[in-house]
């Protein structure tokens, strides 16, 4: 199946500061989704982004499929920023979506 | 966005016992479900697929026999840890697509804690 490695694994920053998160994977993709744990576990849906570029206030997205990454952006970070990014994707010839490990965010004020 | 409901979100039970966990998708339907598991400090793991009115694929490494999945409907898919042992203990979570979608949508988890 797909690989999917997220970098760095951690991160903290101060508040205001801005970040960008990275994934690669191993092969063409049909989905691709970036996603915030909160402390409770559940996971909130962030972008559903195989390609392409999209803004949801303070996050950004892009993709670049061909060479096969996506970047997830934090401008002007918060506190409520803080917690776990995960990267996750479905190869064009899979059924399932893959994880990365995360990266952990933490932002201090 | 779809919405997909798990319950319970916790659970303790004792060893050798069975647990029941549940997931629904509320304003859609879904012919797939699937169900991860995830330790600590931990990504998630897909455990199996749920595929309604058939048999669920499991991952290697997957006990069919002890995690059962049952996808009775369009809107459920149930997953029962049976015998449930210390090391069981874990966050178990589900995810479904809207029919014809691509994007997963997942429940809020169940914290499964085996004593």
């Known amino acids: 199946g797909i690989q999917v490695e997220q970098s760095p694994p951690d991160l903290i920053l101060q508040e205001g500061a801005n970040s960008t998160l990275r994934c690669n994977f191993s092969?063409?993709?049909?989905?691709l989704q970036w996603f915030h744990q909160n402390p409770w576990g559940q996971l909130i849906n962030l972008f559903y982004?195989?390609?392409g570029t999209k803004q949801n206030g303070r996050l950004s997205a892009t993709t670049v499929a061909t060479e096969r990454y996506s970047l997830l952006y934090i401008s002007s970070s918060q506190t409520t920023d803080s917690g776990v990014y995960f990267c996750?994707?479905?190869?064009?010839?899979?059924?399932?979506?893959?994880f990365g490990a995360g990266t952990t965010v933490t932002v201090r004020a | 966005g779809a919405v997909v409901s798990q319950h319970p979100s916790w659970v303790i039970c004792k060893s050798g016992t069975s647990v029941k966990i549940e997931c629904r998708s509320l304003?859609?339907?879904?012919?797939?479900m699937f169900w991860y598991r995830q330790f600590p400090k931990q990504s998630l793991m897909l455990m199996a697929t749920?595929?309604?009115?058939?048999?669920?694929?499991?991952e290697q490494g997957v006990e069919k026999d002890k995690f059962l999945i049952n996808h009775a409907s369009l809107t459920l898919s149930t997953l029962t840890v049976t015998s449930a042992h210390p090391e069981d203990s874990s966050f178990y979570i589900c995810?479904?697509?809207?029919?014809?979608?691509?994007?997963?949508?997942f429940g809020q988890g169940t914290r499964l804690t085996v004593v």
């Open positions: 996750a994707a479905q190869g064009s010839n899979d059924y399932k979506l893959s």
């Open positions: 749920s595929n309604e009115g058939s048999k669920a694929t499991y």
């Open positions: 995810s479904a697509s809207r029919q014809g979608g691509a994007e997963a949508f």
């Open positions: 982004i195989p390609s």
């Open positions: 092969d063409s993709v049909n989905n």
């Open positions: 304003d859609f339907q879904a012919t797939t």
